[in-house]
């Protein structure tokens, strides 16, 4: 399975073609694949900037922590349009969101690495990945955590094609990687929240997690974070 970092920063609105230039550049000019990196996808979501970075294998494990060769050029550039998020920032790992949940198929392998995606964890042609954003409140995740495994252990992912789950937290931030089967994904975009036990999990959330922005959202629809740059290690 393809292990991901999420980071998590404030970003100036409309920046995105400035940002994905400056990272098209470098992952173009070096091979982040030497140092275990395979892919990133960077998204915006209002003024959230969320760097998804894929890896075959946990840095933990392989000890390849590093996944900008030019970070500090990187950093320079971006400088302008992406500045730190949390409150309690002091160095650049403080960005990475927190994961806390995962949920994966019974028979994924949570530790394998597969080049073609097909084991469960990394897209393929027929899965596709959504990133959702939400408003935190700090020291929920046990509570989220236990009410997506109670869902989880029922018949709703199956029902939406659900192929994996990551949850991660950052100061008051949530972010929710969902991975799909292609077939089901525009579907249940389309209905999902007509089913109860999607309005029932929903209901279970509100009282930890809501809308980044109150009052620009209208439905499910509006949590779902932009991509605008998407990189995949040629080799």
Request: glycine content about 8%; proline content about 9%; aromatic content about 10%.
């Amino acid at each position: 399975m393809v292990f991901r970092n999420v980071i998590v920063c404030h970003m100036v609105p409309g920046s995105e073609e400035t940002v994905g230039k400056v990272f098209g550049h470098y992952d173009q000019a070096t091979r982040p694949q030497d140092l275990g990196v395979i892919g990133r996808i960077l998204l915006s979501h209002h003024d959230l900037y969320l760097h998804v970075i894929e890896r075959r294998q946990d840095p933990k494990i392989s000890g390849q922590t590093r996944g900008l060769p030019a970070f500090q050029k990187i950093a320079e550039e971006i400088g302008p349009y992406v500045t730190p998020y949390p409150r309690y920032w002091k160095n650049p790992s403080d960005s990475v969101a927190k994961e806390f949940y995962r949920w994966l198929p019974e028979g994924a392998e949570p530790d394998a690495a597969s080049p073609d995606g097909a084991d469960g964890g990394s897209p393929g042609a027929d899965r596709e990945l959504t990133v959702i954003v939400g408003r935190f409140k700090p020291g929920a995740e046990p509570d989220v955590a236990r009410i997506f495994a109670e869902s989880d252990a029922g018949a709703l992912p199956g029902t939406l094609g659900v192929t994996g789950r990551w949850l991660y937290s950052i100061d008051d931030v949530y972010v929710h990687l969902l991975e799909q089967e292609k077939a089901a994904a525009e579907a249940t975009r389309q209905s999902h929240n007509d089913k109860p036990a999607f309005t029932k999990i929903m209901q279970d959330l509100a009282p930890f997690v809501g809308p980044y922005r109150p009052d620009a959202w209208h439905g499910p629809a509006d949590s779902v974070a932009t991509p605008f740059y998407r990189w995949v290690a040629p080799d």
